[in-house]
């Protein structure tokens, strides 16, 4: 199916391709994908593994730990791996509802005009405004460290910008002749 500006959904991707750094760019990109989604299967040790004996702690990178290990005997390829899954899950899931609110809020603001849009917008610049960062630094103290509350306040903190954008092309739609209004 051809997008709006003619060109395939996947141009960018060929484009991209098409390039020996974007094709670099691209396989390292899946190759860190794989690892980080696959990580477990593919280093089956268990991830919070404690060393034996002292000879096991701070080990420089061998055959049989490619990173070495910490001060606890852990592998640290093995926590890398661990660690990456975790992010792209707290960046996936605050991603998406960043996304939900603001298009949603967006939608709405751009869609019914006067108060609503009023209040929605004003609601939004009050969050643009805030500083994000102690924001999420106090609400990860209040509600405590996990991935859902990572993932929530990340999320709820990230879309006033989706809003804007979202209401501004909808306002733009509204202003054509062919969009009917019921």
């Known amino acids: 199916a051809a997008s709006v500006l003619g060109r395939s959904r996947w141009s960018w991707l060929r484009a991209l391709w098409a390039e020996h750094l974007g094709r670099a760019g691209l396989l ?19 991830a919070n593994a404690f060393g034996k004996s002292s000879a096991s702690i701070l080990q420089s990178p061998s055959s049989a730990h490619w990173l070495g290990t910490d001060e606890l005997g852990r592998d640290i390829l093995r926590q890398t791996l661990l660690g990456g899954r975790i992010s792209l899950l707290v960046g996936v899931s605050a991603t998406l509802i960043a996304i939900v609110l603001g298009a949603g809020l967006g939608l709405v603001s751009g869609y019914f005009a006067g108060w609503r849009d009023v209040t929605i917008m004003r609601v939004t610049d009050f969050f643009l405004v ?4 102690p924001l999420i630094v106090a609400l990860a103290a209040l509600f405590g460290q996990s991935v859902l509350v990572t993932s929530l306040v990340i999320g709820l903190t990230s879309w006033p910008q989706t809003a804007r954008i979202v209401r501004s092309q909808v306002l733009s739609l509204r202003e054509r002749p062919l969009v009917l209004r019921i």
């Open 28 to 46: 390292l990109l899946g190759t860190v994908l794989v690892l980080v989604l696959l990580g477990p299967v593919a280093f089956p040790f268990h």
């Open 130 to 133: 805030l500083p994000t960062l």
